[in-house]
């Protein structure tokens, strides 16, 4: 499954903002074409390897950074900071960019540059999920990880079948920029988990 990755995906992102527009045709269209349909030809239609790095940067910072900084969403939001679109280390008081390099974990550019920008995303929603969601649900890696699947381009309830560019408009106490935010987060979670694992 996760070898649809890359290009195919990278139409998903404006899901959530068709799903509200178009709610109730898509309900439709997806009901009549019969979602497992799509889900059994998918994973033929792979797109080109390498257009997503395979890197899923949460279980990076679980293997290399978890034992002595606890979990990545606590983490940066107890210890990093933005400032603009860099993220800052609130003891260092400097961009984190060279720091992580040479730090604990023995990082590629590349893994660095994952981490990085999982670090931004987290500052910028991770703490949004915290206050609207958890009460209710774990962790939003874990309840992407576990309970969600990208299928045709949309971010759908592994078990439900629903459209979470849908349900999300309704679901939870959050305003409707909110939901765009936590919706854009839980896909590109789930964009990075089947990128990185290809058996999930
Ligand atoms: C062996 C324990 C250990 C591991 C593993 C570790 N760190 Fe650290 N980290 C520390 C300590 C101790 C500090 C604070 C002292 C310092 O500046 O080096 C720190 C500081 C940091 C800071 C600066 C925080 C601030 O408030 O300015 C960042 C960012 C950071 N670590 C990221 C990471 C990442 C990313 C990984 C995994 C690739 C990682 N660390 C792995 C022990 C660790
Ligand atoms: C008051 C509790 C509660 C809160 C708060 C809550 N949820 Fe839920 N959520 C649920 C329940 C219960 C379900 C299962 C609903 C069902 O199956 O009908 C669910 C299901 C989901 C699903 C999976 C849907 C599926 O079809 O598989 C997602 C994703 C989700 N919630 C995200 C969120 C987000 C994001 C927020 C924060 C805005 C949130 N939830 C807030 C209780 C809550």
């Known amino acids: 499954m996760a070898l649809w990755t890359g290009q195919r995906l990278h139409g998903a992102g404006s899901a959530y903002r068709n799903g509200r527009d178009d709610m109730e045709t898509r309900t439709f269209a997806l009901m009549s074409a019969g979602l497992w349909a799509l889900l059994l030809v998918l994973p033929i239609v792979s797109a080109p390897a390498g257009a997503t790095p395979a890197i899923d940067p949460h279980a990076l910072f679980e293997a290399r950074c978890l034992r002595c900084h606890g979990h990545a969403g606590a983490f940066a939001r107890e210890q990093l900071r933005l400032d603009g679109d860099a993220v800052f280390g609130k003891s260092l008081g400097r961009d984190i960019n060279?720091?992580?390099?040479?730090?604990?974990?023995?990082?590629?550019?590349?893994?660095?540059?994952?981490?990085?920008?999982?670090?931004?995303?987290?500052?910028?929603?991770?703490?949004l999920f915290e206050?609207?969601?958890?009460?209710?649900?774990?962790?939003?890696?874990?309840l992407a990880r576990l309970e969600l699947i990208i299928a045709a381009d949309r971010l759908i309830g592994r078990y439900s079948g629903r459209d979470m560019a849908v349900f999300l408009a309704q679901h939870g106490s959050r305003t409707n920029d909110e939901a765009e935010v936590l919706f854009d987060m839980l896909l590109w979670h789930r964009r990075t988990i089947e990128a990185a694992h290809h058996d999930e």
Not at 131 to 142: K, L, M, S, V
């Open 98 to 127: 060279a720091f992580i390099l040479r730090h604990q974990g023995r990082l590629t550019h590349v893994e660095a540059n994952a981490l990085y920008d999982a670090f931004r995303r987290q500052l910028n929603a991770g703490g």
């Open 131 to 142: 206050t609207r969601c958890r009460a209710c649900h774990r962790r939003a890696y874990e």
